[in-house]
């Protein structure tokens, strides 16, 4: 009978925090209202048919509006972005609205833009200004050495280090942790994911507190903040503009951007094109700026010929070389109602992976109300907690090819998860720490009293293996269970498509700055990097 109760009581609390009589977190704020940089913000339609400008940024997204600001200072730049403006959502400016604003997506101009590998793995893309750092789960921390080793790139650490600091007096703030990021915080020093770091944004090997994008206030930041330092006599950014190829000049004796072609939503066509000396820059992220490369006609000969675009430079490399960071993990039930929080401690390990956790507040049907109540069936709202792995690197490689001639389709890509041994290895490692930090003391309290005072975990979803010692059996949840963190990055790569100065090889007045130059993610998220590479 007591067993009975305790589900009733928990069944009442749910119920309670649906109607608003409980409440998980401080009172939802309201969105931000349009900032004042946001003057020189204009929809693509007030654009002319045909301007100049010194540079020319592809994509407002976690790289192009930090690029933007900074080049606005001695530059006429213009900022393109397909999709529309973040204030004015309620769920993309607030921490609450995370799930929310990945899920509720559409096909033309939703934030995030949702689409699957070949694999059958759901991902997100951003399509707002302030891109993916206006959708992520707003966790902020710098690269790992290894990163700026391996990265192809010659560094001037301490321009590095000023940039980030740029984008941190302006969009990073240190979370306050509450039940759950707590204990995983004290279950990863349990478990000997040491040392302790406190709050730190340096990528430090052990358990840390890393910084947020949101305020405590819950209200979120993103890349599309710094716009506000730009030189406002000296940039315009134009939202629902896509971008549908780079125009291209061929003398005979070198191949030369000179602007781009962009639609409008009335689809009307605009030429942006660059005055001498200028430049064409590519923002638009690793799905973006590969697609656009190849529908521009820089790209394999022989594949652009299939799809009957002209090659303008035949170039092997594009859309090859691109890389998601697998994610792995189990999701739990609590006994207790939760707050919801997104990732603010990782655990960095020894052996490659990156342990990380969230809570959130999750719709479930409830088949109890379609039989005692004769009414439309609504959700019950549960509280679930994961905690997850994400792996160094990764070394299995994957490629991106053209859906459609239509930049608006998203492109085909391959990931090959797991092709490499070397990244299955590191998920079987970070899964058995999973399975420790379950054991840990810090968890018993999130564990269900069964019958004969026994406790167990509510899990939603594949539990771990039991034989966790086993190394086939773990291997194999490694292959089932693997889902994204949204860290995908490649396509464009150092080296191969463009040079140590991120120009594109064989064309002039063409230049690459995003993460579809990077063969290697920095660290445990890669927003705090792409926004200093910006800068």
């Known amino acids: 009978m007591s067993k009975l109760m305790d589900y009733y009581l928990l069944y009442t609390v749910l119920l309670l925090?649906?109607?608003?009589?409980?409440?998980?977190?401080n009172a939802r704020p309201r969105a931000n209202r349009h900032p004042n940089f946001m003057r020189f913000v204009t929809n693509a339609t007030d654009f002319a048919s045909e301007e100049y400008y010194d540079y020319i940024i592809v994509g407002g997204g976690t790289a192009g509006c930090p690029l933007a600001a900074t080049l606005s200072q001695s530059f006429r730049v213009l900022l393109l972005e397909r999709g529309g403006v973040p204030y004015t959502r309620p769920n993309v400016m607030t921490h609450d609205g995370f799930l929310t604003t990945l899920t509720d997506v559409n096909s033309f101009d939703s934030p995030a833009q949702s689409f699957i590998s070949e694999e059958g793995v759901p991902n997100a893309r951003g399509r707002v200004l302030g891109g993916s750092s206006a959708i992520?789960?707003?966790f902020y921390s710098r690269a790992d050495r290894q990163f700026f080793e391996n990265s192809g790139l010659d560094w001037d650490l301490m321009?590095?280090?000023q940039s980030y600091e740029w984008v941190e007096r302006a969009i990073v703030f240190r979370p306050q942790l509450r039940?759950?990021?707590?204990?995983i915080r004290d279950a990863l020093l349990e478990v000997g994911v040491h040392p302790f770091n406190g709050f730190t944004l340096e990528h430090k090997v052990g358990t840390k507190i890393g910084g947020s994008t949101f305020d405590r206030y819950g209200r979120r930041h993103s890349s599309a903040d710094l716009l506000r330092y730009a030189r406002n006599s000296n940039i315009r950014v134009a939202v629902y503009a896509t971008v549908e190829r780079v125009l291209l000049s061929d003398s005979g004796s070198n191949v030369s951007a000179i602007g781009v072609v962009y639609r409008d939503q009335l689809g009307?066509?605009?030429h942006a094109m660059i005055r001498d000396r200028g430049e064409v820059i590519l923002s638009a992220g690793s799905l973006g700026t590969p697609q656009l490369m190849l529908l521009s006609g820089i790209g394999p000969r022989s594949y652009l010929s299939t799809w009957g675009i002209p090659v303008a430079i035949d170039q092997p490399h594009v859309g090859?070389?691109?890389y998601d960071n697998p994610r792995n993990g189990i999701s739990i039930v609590p006994p207790v109602p939760m707050e919801n929080s997104l990732i603010q401690v990782v655990g960095v390990t020894e052996d490659g992976a990156f342990l990380e956790a969230a809570s959130n507040v999750i719709p479930f049907a409830s088949p109890l109300q379609s039989v005692f109540i004769r009414a439309p069936a609504s959700p019950l709202y549960v509280p679930v907690t994961t905690i997850m792995e994400k792996i160094l690197g990764p070394v299995s490689v994957g490629s991106l090819r053209l859906a459609s001639t239509d930049v608006r389709i998203n492109p085909v890509v391959r990931f090959n998860y797991f092709s490499d041994p070397q990244d299955l290895e590191r998920c079987v490692n970070g899964t058995r720490k999973i399975g420790e930090i379950l054991r840990s003391r810090?968890?018993?309290d999130f564990m269900f009293r069964e019958w004969f005072g026994s406790h167990r975990f509510r899990f939603v979803g594949v539990p771990l293996p039991l034989d966790q010692t086993n190394d086939l059996v773990m291997a194999d949840f490694c292959r089932r269970t693997v889902s994204t963190i949204w860290h995908y990055h490649g396509g464009c790569v150092v080296g191969k498509v463009v040079d140590y100065d991120l120009k594109v090889k064989g064309v002039d007045s063409l230049r690459i700055v995003d993460g579809s130059t990077f063969n290697i993610?920095?660290?445990?998220?890669?927003?705090a990097t792409l926004m200093m590479l910006g800068r």
């Open 320 to 322: 090859g070389f691109v």
């Open 136 to 138: 992520n789960a707003g």
């Open 159 to 161: 321009t590095v280090n």
């Open 521 to 527: 993610s920095p660290g445990t998220n890669p927003q």
């Open 442 to 444: 810090a968890m018993q």
């Open 179 to 183: 039940t759950w990021q707590s204990a």
């Open 268 to 270: 009307r066509y605009h």
């Open 17 to 25: 925090l649906l109607r608003g009589s409980v409440s998980l977190s």
